[in-house]
């Protein structure tokens, strides 16, 4: 009997099981949105000119107000100049729209925006009620501390934001 | 035979994206030249000196967080530079970066955006040669 137990190979099972516990939940919330996973941008075009001076943010964090007035104030974008020409800021805007928090079926970002009007087009992630809240611990001086810098840079605290992963 | 045809064609093949872009940085250099010597007939070829510094300076016309080029791309061109929101920017010596200047829409976006941030102005086709020439021989 003794004998016969040692021979079954239990670490390569349990490890097996492990993994695919694991890839079970992240799928989960890859598709049912868990809370922590925003599709992150796709397109090229979009990466390109929204994502070189910051992560480009899911679209999904805002609603579809707000991403069609950001495109049309890019020449004074927090006091950058954003611009792209009007052929691309099409392409831009009908990209960010179709997948924005109120496009339909982008339940994460409905999260992130319970409590805010879908009319009210904010322009700041870092502003919505719920980021606020989901950030209240972090100290200024953490904010302020070299590796951050600025609320707008997620990826430092999130090293997964890329991929469009919120957990620590 | 065979082989030898394979190795040509397989040489060409890497040569020939490394020629072409080679030849878009030359031709955006050519266009700055021209644009130069119309400015000042007194204009006599680009200085990667002259570039070297217009990199490093602290100007007083642009953004107060960005007096300098060097505030976002690095110190040096070899290293790797940071956006004020904290994004990473690639070195931008075309050694360690090769697919740099190599699209001359995305070069003239950039000097216009970042000449603002720090000069207060756009920068002219000399200077632009300068900075050019600066990173090409990095």
Known sequence: MKAIALKIPFRPIALGLVVLLFSGVL???????????FPPVTDPLVREECGSCHLAYAPSMLPKSS???????????????ASV???KTERITRYLNANAADS???????????GVSMEN??????????????????????????????????VACHVDAERGYYDE | MPTKTTTT???????LPLGSSAASRDELLGQYA???????????GFSAARGEKLHVTKFAGGKAETPACTSCHADSPLSAGRT??????????VSLTPTRYTDPAKVEKWFKRNCHDVLGRECTPLEKGDWLSYMISQ
């Open chain 1, 27 to 37: 799928l989960e919330r890859a598709q049912a949105g868990g809370g922590h996973f």
């Open chain 2, 84 to 93: 004020p929101a904290g994004k990473s920017i690639d070195a931008l010596a």
């Open chain 1, 67 to 81: 991403w069609t007035r950001m495109m049309g104030e890019l020449k004074n974008h927090f006091g950058d100049d």
């Open chain 2, 9 to 15: 064609l397989l040489l060409a093949a890497l040569l």
């Open chain 1, 85 to 87: 020409d009007a052929a």
């Open chain 1, 104 to 114: 339909g079926g982008q339940r994460n970002g409905g999260k992130l925006l319970r």
């Open chain 2, 34 to 44: 021209l644009s130069a010597r119309a400015a000042s007939p007194a204009f006599s």
């Open chain 1, 121 to 154: 087009a904010p322009l700041r992630i870092t502003e919505l009620p719920r980021w606020v809240s989901e950030h209240r611990k972090i100290s200024t001086a953490e904010w302020k501390s070299k590796k951050v810098g600025s609320k707008a840079n997620c």
